[in-house]
Antibody, heavy 121, light 108 residues
Framework: QLQLQESGPGLVKPSETLSLTCTVSGDSISSGGYYWAWIRQPPGKGLEWIGSIFSTGSTYYNSSLKSRVTISVDTSKNQFSLKLSSVSAADTSVYYC?????????????WGQGTLVTVSS | EIVLTQSPGTLSLSPGERATLSCRASQSVSSIYLAWYQQKPGQAPRLLIYGASSRASGIPERFSGSESGTDFTLTISRLEPEDFAVYYC?????????FGQGTRLEIK
């Protein structure tokens, strides 16, 4: 069974860079032609797609965040990562990683449990 | 940007009743790019429906999806106690993936 697990600091200072890693187990991140995504959810609010990456490194970002987001993949570690720069309190959210089916449709079929990142000094 | 508007915001029903949740797109959305998720408190969303009407693996038959133009519907035929949660629709179009704001399904 595919499993995803987010890891990284739970507290980030304003103006700094948020960094998270998603470790994939149960399958190779390079197999199957899947994309891998980051999605966030502010406390008590809805879901926002941040961006997705293919195993080859091709990336697609939400245009509203594109100037601050970098998603990368490390196939040797079966991980992909998120960096969000110049954070503010508005970036406080639960951050999820997910497998992204993007062929013949576009949807997220496996999710990590999520990790809360708070932006505060 | 394609905006998805879900209605109602909150739906109060009893176990055994039928639930009908709506998701309206601001522009045309190909049905293959419309999905529904269920989210319970403290949990990640769970994929229910993809391609507007295909059930994801392990999803009970009481969950079904349909479309009519820019209107998409999630129907739960007979509510079970575990179905009370928040439901989100999601679409891909114009190089952007967006979610609706959610419908909270609560026990009456």
């Amino acid at each position: 069974q595919l499993q995803l697990q987010e890891s990284g600091p739970g507290l980030v200072k304003p103006s700094e860079t948020l960094s998270l890693t998603c470790t994939v187990s149960g399958d190779s991140i390079s197999s199957g032609g899947y994309y891998w995504a980051w999605i966030r959810q502010p406390p008590g609010k809805g879901l926002e797609w941040i961006g997705s990456i293919f195993s080859t490194g091709s990336t697609y970002y939400n245009s509203s965040l594109k100037s601050r987001v970098t998603i990368s993949v490390d196939t040797s570690k079966n991980q992909f990562s998120l960096k969000l720069s110049s954070v503010s309190a508005a970036d406080t959210s639960v951050y999820y990683c997910a497998r992204h089916i993007w062929a013949g449709g576009s949807y997220f079929d496996f999710w990590g449990q999520g990790t809360l990142v708070t932006v505060s000094s | 940007e394609i905006v998805l508007t879900q209605s109602p915001g909150t739906l109060s029903l009893s176990p055994g009743e039928r639930a009908t949740l709506s998701c309206r797109a601001s522009q045309s959305v190909s049905s293959i790019y419309l999905a529904w998720y269920q989210q319970k408190p403290g949990q990640a969303p769970r994929l229910l429906i993809y391609g507007a009407s295909s059930r994801a693996s392990g999803i009970p038959e009481r969950f079904s999806g349909s479309e009519s133009g820019t209107d998409f519907t999630l129907t739960i035929s007979r509510l079970e106690p575990e179905d009370f949660a928040v439901y989100y629709c999601q679409q891909y179009g114009s190089s952007l993936i967006t979610f609706g704001q959610g419908t909270r399904l609560e026990i009456k």
